[in-house]
């Protein structure tokens, strides 16, 4: 006889399952085998003993195991990341059996770091497996294996598994706008569901339901009924003749269903209808898929903020905390649910009270069956990630500002740009256009031309002589005669116009004007008026006649200004 072995309690008391959902348990870790049989037929096989005895050597390093993820769950962690490190350590486990490895704690770190290089070799040899899979999978077994391990150092850190580059690549023109029009088509899909879908229209609306779509097509619904290409031949059959008796046993079913009128037969209409919504929810609050699903309805008051409405739960006596932030155009929508769920589900504290005819916990994010119905009708569905990505991109595009986007989609500002925003070409373009509007002097023109200062406005005085420069905020010599110029008191300035001077006698004295004609060369104007100018300065007082005498000392030394000793240079090898 086999002698009775005492198994440990490897069970998660605290995990919330469905009704038809198969507790969690690790009992079959102890089995050589048991990894790789199905949920539903591992506790029958260890029961009629398929699996043969359990592993003594194992007990310890499962019982750890299980230790470190129940611990998680207890502390409040979430239960779809243990369920994802138990498949994780399973799939371990599969791998170590194949390869004829004894699962115990003295050797399971070898044991990882060789699974590890597997998946490693998936990835780059056998290439069923992308870089980031191999990654999450090992990165996640090793998390839970270096608390049984008590290590400081990650395990993974000795593993040759390494998380690629996430760079983010910039959307085109035409990619951003397929995007967005893709975005507001399922948009307007959705909507159109909503509208159609009225408590009558659910109820008492004969089968099958057909919901036209605003782009000509329409979504068919049979409610459920587990035959509607048998019902549908049948149905047709009627407008060819009158019905036969087989015809009407063979409809007899699809009667009793259609007739029923309550949700007991029409749950999978009133679920589409909270698909719609709960999708369309999410586009309009921002609000992450696993908390909008999990909305309790409650006495909503709405407050005005912004462009829109801040939600709170109506306190006494007092305000309640913002729960979620809608657009203005959002409210009677939502009302409108409001109002259609309280008729059909006058029992259910949820916003979102999804119907589970097969079991699934309630906590559990919701099936999207209107991805089938997309496929169907030729168009792309949007998962809540991607509607509260594009939520958050429009929002910071229209707006341009990080902590107002930041603060409406109820992120940190960092969290904002590093995870969520998508680089746009077009808004980049906006950016630089903006920027350079700014910023480039030959367009702003705030940095005069000539030597000293200026607005950007150029005017002409009334007293400029008839052949001087125009000001134009381009020319040098313009800006002598410009209402806006203003002198600059530092020594600077005056090397710089002394030196400008000198510049303009040099272009005066290689011209030659014409033979018995009085013409007088516009330069000499420039000279003149620069000339006059420094007079004065000089006359003024003496630290200006000090500085006067430096400059043209330096002048006359070849000691030119910065802004304008290369053009000078330049023109002197020229002439």
Request: one cysteine or more; proline letters at 6%; aromatic letters at 10%.
């Given at each position: 006889?086999?002698e009775t072995i005492?198994l440990?309690?490897?069970?998660?008391p605290?995990?919330?399952i469905?009704?038809?959902?198969?507790?969690w348990?690790l009992?079959?870790?102890?089995?050589y085998?048991?990894a790789?049989?199905?949920?539903?037929?591992?506790?029958r096989m260890?029961?009629?003993?398929?699996?043969?005895?359990p592993?003594?050597?194992?007990?310890?390093?499962?019982?750890?195991?299980?230790?470190?993820?129940?611990a998680k769950?207890?502390?409040?962690?979430?239960?779809?990341?243990a369920?994802?490190?138990?498949?994780?350590i399973?799939?371990?486990f599969i791998?170590a059996?194949?390869?004829?490895?004894?699962?115990?704690?003295?050797?399971?770190?070898?044991?990882?770091?060789?699974?590890?290089d597997?998946l490693?070799h998936r990835h780059?040899?056998i290439?069923?497996?992308?870089q980031?899979?191999?990654?999450?999978?090992?990165?996640?077994?090793?998390?839970v294996?270096d608390?049984?391990?008590d290590r400081?150092?990650?395990?993974?850190?000795?593993?040759?598994?390494?998380?690629?580059?996430q760079?983010?690549?910039?959307?085109?023109?035409?990619a951003?706008?397929q995007n967005?029009?893709?975005?507001?088509a399922?948009?307007?899909f959705?909507?159109?569901?909503?509208?159609?879908?009225s408590v009558?229209?659910?109820?008492?609306?004969?089968l099958?339901i057909r919901?036209?779509?605003?782009?000509?097509?329409?979504?068919v619904?049979?409610?459920?009924?587990?035959?509607?290409?048998f019902?549908e031949?049948h149905?047709e059959?009627y407008n060819y003749?009158?019905?036969?008796?087989?015809?009407?046993i063979?409809?007899?079913?699809?009667r009793?269903?259609e007739?029923?009128g309550?949700?007991?037969?029409?749950?999978p209409?009133a679920?589409?209808?909270?698909e719609a919504?709960?999708?369309?929810?999410?586009a309009q609050t921002?609000i992450?898929f696993?908390q909008a699903?999990?909305?309790k309805?409650?006495?909503f008051?709405?407050?005005?903020?912004l462009d829109?409405y801040?939600v709170?739960?109506?306190?006494?006596?007092?305000?309640g905390?913002?729960?979620f932030?809608?657009f203005?155009?959002y409210?009677?929508?939502?009302e409108?649910?409001?109002?259609?769920?309280?008729?059909l589900?006058?029992?259910?504290?949820?916003?979102f009270?999804?119907i589970?005819?097969?079991?699934?916990?309630?906590?559990?994010?919701?099936?999207f069956?209107?991805?089938a119905?997309?496929?169907?009708?030729?168009?792309?569905?949007?998962?809540p990630?991607?509607?509260?990505?594009?939520?958050v991109?429009?929002?910071?595009r229209?707006?341009?500002d990080a902590d107002?986007?930041?603060?409406?989609a109820?992120?940190?500002?960092?969290?904002?740009l590093?995870?969520?925003?998508?680089?746009s070409?077009?808004?980049?373009m906006?950016e630089?256009?903006?920027?350079?509007s700014e910023?480039d002097p030959?367009?702003i023109?705030?940095?005069?031309?000539?030597p000293g200062?200026c607005d950007?406005?150029?005017?002409q005085?009334e007293?400029?002589?008839?052949?001087a420069?125009?000001p134009?905020c381009?020319?040098p010599s313009?800006?002598m005669?410009?209402?806006?110029?203003r002198?600059?008191?530092?020594?600077?300035?005056?090397?710089s116009l002394a030196?400008?001077?000198h510049?303009k006698?040099i272009?005066?004295s290689k011209?030659?004007?014409?033979?018995h004609?009085?013409?007088?060369?516009?330069?000499?104007?420039v000279?003149?008026?620069?000339s006059e100018k420094?007079?004065?300065?000089g006359?003024s007082?003496k630290?200006?006649?000090?500085w006067?005498?430096?400059?043209l000392a330096r002048?006359e030394?070849?000691?030119?200004?910065?802004?304008?000793?290369r053009?000078?240079?330049?023109v002197?090898d020229?002439?």
């Amino acid at each position: 006889m086999h002698e009775t072995i005492q198994l440990p309690n490897l069970s998660f008391p605290d995990v919330i399952i469905g009704t038809r959902e198969t507790p969690w348990d690790l009992t079959y870790l102890l089995y050589y085998g048991g990894a790789k049989a199905t949920t539903w037929q591992v506790t029958r096989m260890i029961a009629n003993g398929a699996l043969g005895q359990p592993l003594r050597e194992r007990f310890d390093l499962v019982e750890k195991i299980h230790e470190v993820i129940n611990a998680k769950l207890i502390a409040g962690g979430s239960a779809y990341t243990a369920q994802n490190e138990i498949r994780y350590i399973r799939n371990m486990f599969i791998w170590a059996e194949d390869k004829g490895h004894s699962l115990v704690i003295e050797s399971i770190q070898q044991i990882y770091l060789d699974w590890t290089d597997s998946l490693v070799h998936r990835h780059q040899i056998i290439k069923d497996m992308s870089q980031v899979s191999a990654y999450t999978i090992g990165v996640g077994a090793g998390n839970v294996l270096d608390a049984v391990l008590d290590r400081k150092i990650p395990l993974f850190s000795m593993s040759r598994l390494r998380l690629p580059k996430q760079r983010k690549t910039a959307l085109g023109v035409n990619a951003e706008k397929q995007n967005l029009e893709d975005t507001f088509a399922f948009g307007q899909f959705l909507q159109d569901i909503c509208d159609a879908l009225s408590v009558e229209v659910v109820l008492k609306s004969p089968l099958p339901i057909r919901i036209p779509l605003r782009y000509g097509k329409e979504l068919v619904e049979w409610s459920g009924f587990n035959h509607p290409a048998f019902a549908e031949r049948h149905l047709e059959a009627y407008n060819y003749g009158p019905p036969t008796p087989d015809r009407e046993i063979a409809l007899k079913y699809f009667r009793a269903w259609e007739a029923d009128g309550t949700l007991r037969t029409r749950y999978p209409i009133a679920n589409r209808r909270i698909e719609a919504e709960l999708l369309m929810f999410i586009a309009q609050t921002g609000i992450n898929f696993t908390q909008a699903h999990k909305l309790k309805l409650r006495q909503f008051t709405y407050s005005s903020h912004l462009d829109g409405y801040q939600v709170r739960d109506r306190k006494a006596r007092r305000h309640g905390e913002v729960l979620f932030e809608v657009f203005k155009e959002y409210k009677p929508h939502f009302e409108r649910y409001l109002d259609w769920r309280r008729l059909l589900f006058p029992g259910s504290d949820s916003i979102f009270p999804f119907i589970r005819s097969g079991g699934r916990a309630l906590h559990k994010h919701p099936q999207f069956y209107l991805r089938a119905a997309c496929k169907k009708i030729g168009l792309n569905f949007v998962p809540p990630q991607s509607l509260r990505n594009t939520r958050v991109n429009w929002l910071l595009r229209r707006s341009g500002d990080a902590d107002l986007t930041a603060s409406m989609a109820q992120h940190h500002k960092e969290t904002l740009l590093t995870t969520y925003e998508r680089p746009s070409q077009q808004r980049a373009m906006g950016e630089i256009i903006r920027f350079w509007s700014e910023h480039d002097p030959t367009v702003i023109c705030t940095t005069p031309a000539g030597p000293g200062l200026c607005d950007g406005i150029s005017v002409q005085l009334e007293s400029a002589p008839k052949d001087a420069p125009t000001p134009d905020c381009i020319r040098p010599s313009g800006c002598m005669w410009c209402e806006h110029h203003r002198d600059i008191d530092t020594i600077d300035y005056l090397w710089s116009l002394a030196c400008f001077r000198h510049l303009k006698i040099i272009e005066v004295s290689k011209w030659t004007p014409p033979r018995h004609e009085k013409e007088v060369h516009p330069a000499q104007l420039v000279i003149d008026r620069i000339s006059e100018k420094l007079r004065w300065l000089g006359e003024s007082n003496k630290k200006r006649k000090a500085w006067l005498e430096e400059v043209l000392a330096r002048v006359e030394e070849g000691f030119y200004h910065p802004e304008w000793k290369r053009r000078i240079m330049v023109v002197e090898d020229i002439f």
